[in-house]
């Protein structure tokens, strides 16, 4: 603590002016000092009761530290306030000491506070006999009315490889979680487990004489607060409240029994926003692989909250579908559970968000995303049928649940793609003994497989014969449609992308394979002629969540339309452990594997 208080610099100035003109005899100054002795005595008042709230804070601080339990609650509450009123006050050394402190008190606070009450709601409340307001600020309106309070320091990182991603600040990051809302029909698109949502906590004088208030801020909404002529930036934790509130999702469970023909994941498919809907922020749709869910891109979704201006830029939407249908019966899935997000967050079709779309695939994923930017045309249904639609007899609804697989233009509003290890030849897996035996346990319940089943036994003659049996079996999922030698699928993969959308291609390679393959997918497989750009990680899989694949689609994501395309021709190298491949017009994944 300084022994003298100074007063601010302008007014030493100007007292010492007016001294100076007293000296050489000059008049007019007089009532100047005067008033400038005023001001500094004012200002030394304010300055010692600045360092007199900061020095009671501190007291305040060192008896809540020697109390037991819940009897402490209160003297970490008088230490939050004091000190937060000393961060207007106190001078430009002192403040942020000032600031330091509040923090602290404040989570002192609610690690006690935590221990006795669980559920918290907006407004007035008691801890164990003491009392204090709860402030949303700026929260999400999907919060339900009764939430928990998570310090993100309590959260485990171990869904995101241990990386948490946060920014220094006044206050402590949080993580609010609710039950899902049940208010407005978008609430549909949360995900079941709950609401989960970012916040900053802080302890403040609560206004008019009334309770003190403990502040739930929203960390970007809000951004900073101000104390005085003073402005604080917030401290944040991007990752916390997405790694809570998955904490006990049986999603992960759910997956593997979808797909072996269990209905439940069925009953919670769909698009599931991990933020608030902005109608200016392009989506980035992840879409997730066999057997597979949305937990699964936990260090992508990390990786790009963590960033601001991706943070600012787009929206995580990641979808859940059954793994068990075949490859178009899943598109077609995903179209539809795309567009009954549409009709409830823009149904008037006009919001920014629906024209900028970008999509995020991993293995079969990958595969069902490169068919939402695919105009077939009538190639698919030539090559399922030898007659066309209007002269195949049966139910009409058959036939048109037949042409909506077969016959499909790219996704409106998907502006760029990126595939991580999708089978876009097949994956030799699938031929296998083991895939085999995975295809005979695969369900089999697809409503479209049953259709076709109905049509082919009534249209035996329009039926290609090396397709017949297979028809007639409706012994067609997703473990066969992802094999190399699958006719419809054969064709399914020799259609590009629709022109305009740019698409990215990232392969796994795990050394020592012949040939080279991620141990699921050949990279041959994986890497799609006219790639804007493509990479080879070396990696298993489970490519997605290697720390290069991840870097290169953050890359990608930063990128914009006009630069997505480099030199052609040229290899790039990201140090020794990645290859990102430059393809030249008529480039073909051989060549590319020649160059690496």
């Given at each position: 603590?300084?022994?003298?208080?100074?007063?601010?610099?302008?007014?030493?100035?100007?007292?010492?002016?007016?001294?100076?003109?007293?000296?050489?005899?000059?008049?007019?100054?007089?009532?100047?000092?005067?008033?400038?002795?005023?001001?500094?005595?004012?200002?030394?008042?304010?300055?010692?009761?600045?360092?007199s709230?900061?020095?009671?804070?501190?007291?305040?601080?060192?008896?809540?530290?020697?109390?037991?339990?819940?009897?402490?609650?209160?003297a970490?509450?008088?230490?939050?306030?004091?000190?937060?009123?000393?961060?207007?006050?106190a001078?430009?050394?002192?403040?942020?000491?000032?600031?330091?402190?509040?923090?602290?008190?404040?989570?002192?606070?609610?690690?006690?506070a935590?221990?006795?009450?669980?559920?918290?709601?907006?407004?007035?409340?008691?801890?164990?006999?003491?009392?204090?307001?709860?402030?949303?600020?700026?929260?999400?309106?999907?919060?339900?009315?009764?939430?928990?309070?998570?310090?993100?320091?309590?959260?485990?990182?171990?869904?995101?490889?241990?990386?948490?991603?946060s920014?220094?600040?006044?206050?402590?990051?949080?993580?609010?979680?609710?039950?899902?809302?049940?208010?407005?029909?978008?609430?549909?698109?949360?995900?079941?487990?709950?609401?989960?949502?970012?916040?900053?906590?802080?302890?403040?004088?609560?206004?008019?004489?009334?309770?003190?208030?403990l502040?739930?801020?929203?960390?970007?909404?809000?951004?900073?607060?101000?104390?005085?002529?003073?402005?604080?930036?917030?401290?944040?934790?991007?990752?916390?409240?997405?790694?809570?509130?998955?904490?006990?999702?049986?999603?992960?469970?759910?997956?593997?029994?979808?797909?072996?023909?269990?209905?439940?994941?069925?009953?919670?498919?769909?698009?599931?926003?991990?933020?608030?809907?902005?109608?200016?922020?392009?989506?980035l749709?992840?879409?997730?692989?066999?057997?597979?869910?949305?937990?699964?891109?936990?260090?992508?979704?990390?990786?790009?909250?963590?960033?601001?201006?991706?943070?600012?830029?787009?929206?995580?939407?990641?979808?859940?579908?059954?793994?068990?249908?075949?490859?178009?019966?899943?598109?077609?899935?995903?179209?539809?559970?795309?567009?009954?997000?549409?009709?409830?967050?823009d149904?008037?079709?006009?919001?920014?968000?629906?024209?900028?779309?970008?999509?995020?695939?991993?293995?079969?994923?990958?595969?069902?995303?490169?068919?939402?930017?695919?105009?077939s045309g009538?190639?698919?249904?030539?090559?399922?049928?030898?007659?066309?639609?209007?002269?195949?007899?049966?139910?009409?609804?058959?036939?048109?649940?037949?042409?909506?697989?077969?016959?499909?233009?790219?996704?409106?509003?998907?502006?760029?793609?990126?595939?991580?290890?999708?089978?876009?030849?097949?994956?030799?897996?699938?031929?296998?003994?083991?895939?085999?035996?995975?295809?005979?346990?695969?369900?089999?319940?697809?409503?479209?497989?049953?259709?076709?089943?109905?049509?082919?036994?009534?249209?035996?003659?329009?039926?290609?014969?090396?397709?017949?049996?297979?028809?007639?079996?409706?012994?067609?999922?997703?473990?066969?449609?992802?094999?190399?030698?699958?006719?419809?699928?054969?064709?399914?993969r020799?259609?590009?992308?629709?022109?305009?959308?740019?698409?990215?291609?990232?392969?796994?390679?795990?050394?020592?394979?012949?040939?080279?393959?991620?141990?699921?997918?050949?990279?041959?497989?994986?890497?799609?002629?006219?790639s804007?750009?493509?990479?080879?990680?070396?990696?298993?899989?489970?490519?997605?969540?290697?720390?290069?694949?991840?870097?290169?689609?953050?890359r990608?994501?930063?990128?914009?339309?006009?630069?997505?395309i480099?030199?052609?021709?040229?290899?790039?190298?990201?140090?020794?452990?990645?290859?990102?491949?430059?393809?030249?017009?008529?480039?073909?994944?051989?060549t590319?594997?020649?160059?690496l």
């Amino acid at each position: 603590m300084p022994s003298e208080v100074r007063p601010p610099c302008k007014e030493r100035i100007l007292l010492a002016a007016c001294t100076l003109a007293a000296v050489l005899g000059l008049a007019g100054c007089g009532t100047t000092r005067e008033a400038m002795s005023g001001r500094v005595s004012a200002s030394r008042d304010a300055s010692e009761e600045a360092a007199s709230s900061l020095e009671k804070a501190i007291a305040a601080s060192r008896r809540a530290g020697a109390l037991p339990g819940r009897t402490a609650l209160s003297a970490w509450i008088e230490c939050a306030v004091t000190a937060h009123a000393a961060m207007a006050d106190a001078d430009d050394g002192q403040a942020p000491a000032a600031a330091a402190l509040a923090t602290r008190c404040s989570e002192s606070f609610l690690t006690q506070a935590l221990r006795f009450r669980d559920a918290w709601s907006e407004g007035e409340q008691a801890v164990e006999g003491t009392g204090i307001f709860l402030e949303l600020r700026n929260a999400s309106p999907n919060l339900g009315a009764t939430l928990r309070i998570v310090p993100a320091n309590d959260v485990s990182m171990s869904r995101f490889g241990g990386r948490r991603h946060s920014k220094p600040g006044f206050g402590v990051p949080v993580a609010l979680i609710s039950p899902r809302c049940t208010h407005a029909p978008a609430c549909r698109l949360l995900p079941p487990s709950g609401v989960f949502r970012s916040a900053t906590a802080w302890i403040q004088a609560g206004p008019g004489g009334g309770p003190p208030h403990l502040v739930l801020a929203h960390p970007v909404r809000s951004g900073s607060i101000r104390t005085g002529a003073r402005t604080w930036v917030l401290a944040m934790d991007t990752s916390a409240f997405y790694a809570a509130g998955l904490r006990d999702s049986p999603i992960r469970r759910l997956s593997i029994w979808g797909l072996l023909g269990g209905q439940e994941l069925g009953r919670r498919a769909g698009v599931y926003l991990l933020e608030d809907y902005d109608p200016q922020k392009r989506p980035l749709v992840m879409v997730h692989g066999l057997g597979s869910s949305p937990l699964t891109w936990a260090s992508l979704s990390n990786a790009v909250w963590a960033d601001p201006e991706l943070r600012n830029r787009y929206q995580v939407w990641q979808l859940v579908y059954p793994t068990n249908d075949p490859v178009l019966v899943a598109r077609l899935r995903v179209q539809d559970h795309l567009d009954a997000a549409w009709a409830v967050l823009d149904p008037a079709g006009d919001d920014a968000a629906r024209r900028g779309m970008v999509l995020v695939g991993h293995s079969m994923g990958g595969v069902v995303a490169r068919l939402l930017t695919v105009d077939s045309g009538d190639a698919l249904w030539r090559t399922a049928f030898l007659r066309p639609p209007a002269e195949l007899v049966g139910d009409g609804e058959d036939l048109a649940a037949l042409e909506r697989m077969f016959r499909f233009r790219p996704y409106p509003g998907v502006r760029r793609a990126t595939f991580l290890a999708a089978p876009h030849r097949g994956s030799p897996a699938a031929e296998s003994l083991a895939g085999r035996l995975a295809h005979r346990l695969v369900g089999r319940r697809t409503p479209e497989i049953r259709a076709l089943r109905r049509i082919a036994r009534q249209n035996a003659a329009a039926v290609p014969e090396a397709l017949r049996k297979t028809y007639l079996r409706g012994s067609i999922n997703s473990i066969s449609t992802l094999r190399g030698s699958q006719p419809v699928m054969r064709v399914a993969r020799s259609l590009p992308p629709a022109p305009g959308i740019p698409y990215h291609s990232i392969a796994g390679h795990l050394p020592g394979t012949v040939p080279p393959s991620d141990g699921v997918v050949p990279v041959h497989s994986a890497l799609l002629e006219g790639s804007a750009s493509m990479l080879v990680v070396p990696s298993r899989h489970n490519v997605h969540e290697h720390d290069l694949a991840i870097a290169e689609v953050v890359r990608i994501l930063h990128e914009d339309r006009e630069a997505s395309i480099r030199a052609p021709g040229r290899a790039h190298a990201d140090g020794p452990q990645a290859a990102r491949l430059q393809p030249e017009e008529g480039s073909t994944p051989a060549t590319l594997r020649r160059q690496l």
